[in-house]
């Protein structure tokens, strides 16, 4: 595991994130985020393996090792946070929300406990470009549908209306290209009082894109 993925993990795999960027970019209203529990997702790995999936546990674990998977009062939340846009990722994230519900069903008896959950699944693009697909929207199958967040295309006013943690780590990765500005948010106040988890993401990105 790199050192980015390290901190993906050490940030975004915070209930406290996830609930932030669905409130504010997904459902508008607010999600308590003391009320989302973290689920492991080994179970939908072994129900595709039942169903007749190909991966391997080492590619499953490499395709979804940045994916994040909260129960919530009402639904499942899946956040994936992506370096790199494929033209495959419609069909990555179809195959696993499949797996989620083929194991809600069979391994976690949701029929028998209050329902299936729907399911709402974000992508995160952790790049300061815009993605290079031509309409992400238009690759999805027609029965499908996830979010994407992408800071490339986030404004200053929106970025100011988030707390000062996960505003700052999505600026920084919207200006990452523009070496004039990112010195100056990294000396600036707002840089300083960031949490730890937050500034070594920003950091472990920043030694990322400077290896590319």
């Not at 994130?17 to 080994?42: G, Q, Y």
Request: hydrophobic fraction near 40%; glycine fraction near 4%; include cysteine.
């Amino acid at each position: 595991m790199s050192s980015l993925d390290d901190a993906v993990k050490g940030y975004f795999g915070q209930k406290e994130v996830i609930a932030e960027l669905i409130n504010h970019f997904i459902l508008k209203e607010e999600v308590n985020p003391s009320e989302m529990v973290p689920v492991d997702i080994m179970p939908i790995f072994y129900k595709l393996k039942d169903y007749g999936s190909k991966l391997t546990l080492e590619k499953f674990q490499s395709m979804y090792r940045n994916l994040f998977l909260m129960k919530a009062e009402k639904f499942y939340c899946v956040l994936l946070v992506e370096t790199e846009m494929s033209n495959a990722l419609p069909i990555k994230l179809c195959l696993f929300e499949n797996g989620l519900y083929a194991t809600e069903i069979e391994t976690w008896n949701c029929l028998d406990n209050g329902g299936l959950l729907p399911c709402m699944t974000v992508v995160l693009y952790l790049s300061p470009k815009q993605n290079h697909l031509h309409d992400i929207a238009s690759e999805q199958p027609a029965d499908y549908y996830f979010y994407m967040i992408e800071p490339a295309k986030i404004t200053n006013d929106t970025i100011a209306e988030l707390s000062e943690d996960l505003g700052g780590v999505l600026r920084l990765i919207r200006i990452s290209n523009d070496i004039e500005k990112k010195q100056e948010f990294l000396s600036g106040e707002a840089y300083a009082r960031m949490g730890n988890s937050a500034r070594e993401l920003i950091q472990s990105f920043s030694d990322y894109l400077s290896q590319k």
